[in-house]
């Protein structure tokens, strides 16, 4: 079990840390993030090769999945999973393509610069809207 805290944390880290650049000052990333297939696959990717190369189980490889998503997209965590699950059900061409890449880089190391370079490149930084009441 502490085992998997010790994964979990390293990867929320190595997401957070990732996509740090285009975080709001409440540390949401942009929505449009949210239903992207590239970035979406590149987590899920991403962790699916660390579980194999660590050799984790699928119990963890899902609470770790969980956990990523929900450090990254906090309040969305659900919806973007979801749709996220359906992209991979359908074998979205785009979204594929972006697992098995991430899939294939990741190592135990997590080095994500260039998911991080795509994000950049895709995304504005996430802005915070105040609602006056």
Known sequence: MFEIIKHKNKLKQAFSECFQPLKSI?????????????????????????????DLTEKA????????????????????????????????????QSYYHAKDKASPDIELAWLQSYAQEHFDVAVEVRHVT
């Open 61 to 96: 490889f899902a609470s770790i999945v969980d956990a990523v998503f929900e450090e990254v997209y906090r309040q969305d965590s659900v919806d973007v999973q979801t749709r996220t699950e359906a992209w991979l059900t359908e074998n979205d061409e785009v979204f594929m």
């Open 26 to 54: 409440f540390d949401n990333v942009p929505i449009p993030m949210q239903k992207d297939r590239y970035v979406t696959a590149a987590i899920l990717g991403t962790c699916r090769g660390y579980a194999e190369k660590n």
